[in-house]
């Protein structure tokens, strides 16, 4: 790679806050990464400058019509030394598949995983170390281009911020509550719902506040045409293991091609269990939970690592899944993938990258 990412340090560093009080996504490092878009100069000018407040103009196109992508992936530093990021490529590549739905010019896998790797090397000594903590590094693009016109923006910004994270729900790594959402839908194929899309998680927020009036911490989404068939679980992808089956809808354009979704089901395959990536109908579910087949359930996702589901609630019928307690594959799968994370287990796929 021949581009230079000039490194402009922040003159004092701010003070780290307590594990314990970290939350997800509240507490940011000290600096952060910029590049520039125009149409005359393509990608240019990429830099890592202390981490502050932008200034865009109020016509930039992002606000007014949500030309926008992000990405989520996180560091964890390992127990011999090493800084280590999970599956940084993937996520990558995924981003450029977002920019092609959403109109946003590609960016250079090359020089992306660049600036990944020296901004997390900055700041390093933000990684928090405790079990359940990473470094969350989200990646984003805007449309900048201050014009009222509805068209692709011709200027963007792309921009990495860090987060040190603890656990994505309040809950930890404890069974939540998941209400089945059959009014309001988040994603059609044919739409964004297979791109990293900001609009895609406004879509779902009505819904959630709904669903949280009821005590439940995410909703589980229904297809737009049907409502019937699975889709996602509020932020994650979703499995059942029904039997000694392991159930996930397929990618079918309106669902996110999650990178932890595909870690879980090659470590599902690699132990022999049987998974199948189909469509999966409510009433499957519903069969399953009558006749005492539906064992487990979690959700998948960067943030939220594996997260069992310990409930699920349909038009009024709750359904209690493995006695509301973590079941024994999904607890494997969460020790196995964080400790890949962490440099805890071995990483038999080649997943880690060191920075
Ligand atoms: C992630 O899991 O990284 C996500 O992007 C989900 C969410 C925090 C928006």
């Known amino acids: 790679?021949?581009?230079?990412?000039?490194?402009?340090?922040?003159a004092a560093k701010k003070p780290k806050i307590p594990?314990?009080?970290?939350?997800?996504?509240?507490?940011?490092?000290?600096?952060?990464?910029?590049?520039?878009?125009?149409?005359?100069?393509?990608?240019?000018?990429?830099?890592?400058?202390?981490?502050?407040?932008?200034?865009?103009?109020?016509?930039?196109?992002?606000?007014?019509?949500?030309?926008?992508?992000?990405?989520?992936?996180?560091?964890h530093s390992t127990a011999d030394g090493r800084t280590v990021l999970f599956r940084p490529d993937?996520?990558?590549?995924?981003?450029?598949?977002?920019n092609y739905r959403l109109s946003i010019?590609?960016?250079?896998?090359?020089?992306?995983?660049e600036a990944i790797k020296r901004l997390v090397a900055v700041d390093r000594d933000w990684i928090p170390e405790e079990p359940g903590t990473a470094l969350y590094i989200r990646p984003f693009i805007i449309a900048t281009e201050p014009a009222?016109?509805?068209?692709?923006?011709?200027?963007?910004?792309?921009?990495?911020?860090?987060?040190?994270?603890?656990?994505?729900?309040?809950?930890?790594?404890?069974?939540?509550?998941?209400y089945v959402e059959s009014n309001y839908v988040r994603a059609v194929a044919g739409g964004v719902g297979a791109a990293k899309a900001a609009g895609n998680y406004a879509a779902g927020l009505l819904a959630q506040r709904e669903a949280a009036k009821e005590g439940y911490a995410q909703v589980l989404w229904l297809d737009g045409v049907h409502r019937r068939y699975i889709e996602e679980v509020g932020s994650m992808n979703v499995?059942?293991?029904?039997?000694?089956?392991?159930?996930?809808?397929?990618?079918?354009?309106?669902?996110?091609?999650?990178?932890?979704?595909?870690?879980?089901?090659?470590?599902?395959?690699?132990?022999?269990?049987?998974v199948e990536e189909r469509q999966i109908s409510i009433d499957e579910l519903e069969r399953a939970s009558l006749d005492g087949t539906l064992a487990e359930a979690f959700g998948t996702g960067t943030a939220a690592a594996v997260s069992p589901i310990g409930e699920l609630c349909w038009q009024g019928n709750v359904?209690?899944?493995?006695?509301?307690?973590t079941g024994t594959l999904t607890a494997r799968?969460?020790?196995?993938?964080?400790?890949?994370?962490?440099?805890?287990?071995?990483?038999?796929?080649?997943?880690?990258?060191?920075?």
């Open 333 to 355: 799968l969460y020790e196995t993938l964080t400790g890949i994370q962490t440099g805890k287990a071995p990483d038999p796929f080649g997943w880690t990258v060191e920075v």
């Open 90 to 98: 993937r996520h990558i590549e995924r981003l450029n598949r977002s």
């Open 1 to 10: 790679m021949n581009v230079t990412i000039s490194v402009f340090p922040s």
């Open 319 to 325: 359904w209690s899944i493995g006695n509301g307690r």
């Open 239 to 274: 499995f059942f293991k029904i039997g000694d089956t392991v159930l996930t809808p397929a990618l079918n354009g309106s669902i996110l091609d999650g990178v932890t979704r595909d870690s879980v089901i090659r470590l599902l395959a690699s132990w022999g269990v049987r």
């Open 148 to 178: 009222l016109g509805v068209a692709p923006s011709a200027e963007y910004r792309f921009i990495i911020i860090m987060s040190a994270v603890g656990p994505y729900y309040e809950a930890g790594i404890n069974p939540v509550k998941i």
């Open 19 to 75: 594990a314990s009080r970290l939350g997800f996504g509240r507490v940011f490092t000290d600096h952060m990464f910029i590049m520039n878009y125009s149409a005359d100069h393509g990608w240019h000018e990429p830099r890592i400058i202390p981490y502050q407040p932008i200034a865009l103009d109020p016509s930039a196109k992002v606000f007014h019509y949500g030309q926008t992508v992000f990405e989520g992936l996180k560091a």
């Open 105 to 113: 010019p590609p960016i250079d896998g090359e020089l992306a995983l």
